[in-house]
């Protein structure tokens, strides 16, 4: 009898021994693909389709694999809408399987209920895979969890919990040593702050600065146009002075966020600027029904007098937020359904009411808007006189600050000290203010022009001229370079000082020392004297540092 049992004994032996060495032989390889996930996500995804499932005996490696093989399908931007491939890795690492396991399997069922727009079911599974992020090494992979449920809150319009997730997030991938996440995560909490609190903005550009030699031209983009969203109450000059360093940084036009660049130009009255740059925008996005779109379209048609393409874009911006504000309705309802199915006769009626009151605020806004722009239109001629008059004032002050300065060069031409070569200088200053003054009697433009360009003839040697100015002014007010110094400016700042002191703008500066980071040199003069972004504009205090010493 016994001798009946041998054979099939050690048939099921040796069949055991090669299961166990095929799946010893799988758990190597997938091991292995393991390691160079992140960085070859499609070498990894060519192994994982290479290997024979079939031969998989343990729910344990089939687990593993089909973990890995959903990773891998999601880095190379396959998006599951099904979870039939990771299902045998939901029923393995819920009762078995490290933490890491548990929650990255959490974490990519989220990720395919959101290709298949389930962004209940989607923000549920990234919340309990969140519960395991204390028990995780791989803090990158903790760090996309939280990154996740930010943008499933961003769609809800939940602003205070898509700033809690994505600062987790940030954390997170910073404790990772992934500097590119880490800014990333950092600019949507930017994002959120937007319009609403200027100094977190302002808290979260200074991080992003902090880190200029890590960031890729993506981030340096929205680095840019989100300081020009937070310098919208700024001066002309800092708009136009970000707007250059912008552009100059950004040479590809694709890259470039056209609508703060439009809302920027729409700031300082640059109509035709504000226009061409919603018309990039359509160009690279082939988007014009946005809210955004329409309502920075409305806004410039709205200040240009074109009041029925104001109205168009006013009329496309309440029908966009119309369909954004149902998106997060019907999916809050489904959210709700799930949960408290008593509540929705409740929800419904009072969802009406607020779909009622709506219709009225739209119908007053439109009142209110074909109001204004009839009256509007009807002060047209009031509000170019006005403007005309503020033209006439800023022409005054030019001839008064000409005046002024011809008298301080007069007077320092009476130092019998002062050298020839600075006495020269001083010559060709007082011919470039006898112009103004000339322009000012003629109340010709064409003479200020003409000034402007002996101006540039005079600075063609830029060394000798940056060093006859820095002389002229060590001669004059020794004082003023002794204060320079005092605070630590090296010798190029202190130069960049002194064609501040002498009237230079910003732009002048840059086109003149031809140096393209100049807002970056600004930046750092402004950090030593102690500037905060929001202060005064730098060659203010600079003009107003000279004139005190």
């Known amino acids: 009898m016994k001798e009946r049992f041998i054979l099939p004994i050690i048939t099921v032996c040796i069949l055991a021994s090669c299961i166990s060495r095929t799946d010893s032989m799988t758990a190597l390889i997938l091991d292995d693909v393991q390691t160079y996930m992140d960085e070859q996500p499609d070498s990894a995804l060519t192994i994982l389709q290479a290997i024979d499932t079939s031969s998989i005996a343990?729910?344990?490696?089939?687990?593993k694999y089909a973990l890995l093989l959903s990773q891998a399908l999601d880095k190379n931007y396959i998006d599951l809408q099904s979870d039939s491939i990771i299902a045998p890795a939901v029923r393995y690492y819920d009762n078995h399987g490290s933490a890491e396991e548990k929650m990255k399997t959490l974490y990519y069922r989220g990720r395919i209920a959101m290709n298949a727009q389930k962004y209940e079911d989607a923000i549920s599974y990234f919340t309990k895979a969140a519960r395991y992020a204390d028990k995780v090494c791989d803090k990158v992979a903790v760090g996309r969890v939280y990154a996740a449920q930010a943008n499933i809150y961003n769609e809800y319009f939940d602003i205070e919990k898509t700033i809690k997730s994505a600062e987790m997030a940030a954390e997170y991938y910073l404790a990772g040593r992934d500097t590119i996440k880490y800014l990333n995560a950092i600019r949507m909490v930017t994002s959120q702050y937007l319009y609403q609190d200027s100094i977190k903005v302002a808290e979260n550009l200074e991080i992003?600065?902090?880190y200029w030699n890590n960031l890729n031209s993506q981030l340096k983009s929205y680095y840019y146009s989100n300081l020009l969203i937070n310098s919208n109450t700024a001066s002309r000059e800092r708009i136009e002075e970000i707007l250059e360093t912008y552009f100059d940084e950004i040479r590809d036009s694709s890259k470039i966020r056209w609508f703060p660049v439009a809302e920027a130009y729409y700031t300082m009255g640059n109509l035709d600027k504000a226009m061409e740059s919603l018309e990039i925008h359509k160009l690279y996005n082939r988007d014009s029904t946005s809210a955004l779109y329409c309502h920075t379209y409305a806004l410039v048609n709205d200040m240009a007098g074109n009041i029925s393409e104001a109205l168009d874009g006013y009329k496309g911006y309440f029908k966009a937020t119309d369909r954004l504000h149902g998106f997060a309705y019907t999916s809050n309802v489904r959210f709700i359904e799930e949960r408290y199915r008593n509540e929705i006769e409740l929800y419904e009626a009072r969802h009406q009411k607020e779909r009622t009151a709506l219709i009225s605020i739209i119908g007053l806004l439109c009142t209110i808007i074909i109001i204004f722009l009839t009256l509007r239109k009807l002060n047209i001629r009031t509000i170019e006189k006005k403007q005309m008059e503020i033209e006439m004032l800023k022409f005054e002050q030019l001839y008064a600050e000409a005046e002024a300065e011809k008298e301080v060069l007069?007077?320092?031409?009476?130092?019998?000290?002062?050298?020839?070569?600075?006495?020269?200088?001083?010559?060709?200053?007082?011919?470039?203010?006898?112009t103004v003054v000339v322009s000012h009697l003629s109340s010709r433009n064409s003479d200020i022009r003409k000034a402007r360009e002996k101006l540039d003839d005079l600075i063609s040697d830029r060394d000798a001229f940056i060093q006859s100015t820095r002389m002229t002014i060590e001669e004059s007010c020794p004082e003023?370079?002794?204060r320079l110094h005092s605070y630590g400016l090296d010798n190029d700042e202190i130069d960049i000082c002194c064609l501040y002191a002498i009237g230079m703008k910003g732009k002048d500066i840059k086109a003149y020392t031809g140096q393209s980071r100049l807002y970056i040199q600004s930046a750092g003069i402004r950090h030593?004297?102690?500037?905060?972004?929001?202060?005064?504009?730098l060659s203010i205090y600079i003009r107003d540092m000279y004139s005190a010493t």
Request: proline share 0%; aromatic share 4%; no cysteine.
């Open 528 to 537: 030593k004297l102690g500037l905060e972004e929001s202060d005064t504009n």
């Open 58 to 63: 343990t729910k344990k490696i089939e687990a």
């Open 410 to 434: 007069s007077q320092m031409l009476e130092n019998a000290s002062i050298s020839s070569s600075t006495k020269n200088i001083i010559f060709k200053r007082l011919e470039i203010l006898n």
């Open 480 to 482: 003023f370079l002794r």
């Open 208 to 210: 992003t600065r902090s």
